[in-house]
């Protein structure tokens, strides 16, 4: 069974920047992986793919703010955020093998003043 460990959330003001962090443990195999968030109130959502193949992937929201890279190496999975609106508020998950697939525990990110 895969284990994702997310890392990196916190408080930042409008305009700032934050790098999130996904490890995979117990993943022998390159496989795709995605970022979604949860604001409050709302329904989960996709924000950004790694494709196992090296493809990537952006909601049309966060697509010039935000970049998905990864280190195979260490099965890691990152996710740098720029530019951050209030409106990106909400607690981040990693996943692998889509909706159906494994979830970390998210992490929050808070954009505010």
């Known amino acids: 069974q895969v284990q994702l460990v997310e890392s990196g959330g916190g408080l930042v003001q409008p305009g700032g920047s934050l790098r999130l962090s996904c490890v995979a443990e117990?993943?022998?195999?390159?496989?795709?992986m995605n970022w979604y968030r949860q604001a409050p109130g709302k329904q989960r959502e996709f924000v950004a793919e790694?494709?196992?193949?090296?493809?990537?992937n952006y909601a049309f929201a966060v697509k010039g703010r935000f970049t998905i890279a990864r280190d195979n190496a260490k099965n890691t999975v990152y996710l740098q955020m720029n530019n951050l609106k209030p409106e990106d508020t909400g607690v981040y998950y990693c996943?692998?093998?889509?909706?159906?697939?494994?979830w970390g525990q998210g992490t929050q990110v808070t954009v505010s003043s």
């Open positions: 996943n692998v093998f889509g909706p159906a697939g494994y």
């Open positions: 117990n993943s022998s195999r390159r496989v795709g």
């Open positions: 790694s494709g196992s193949d090296g493809s990537t």
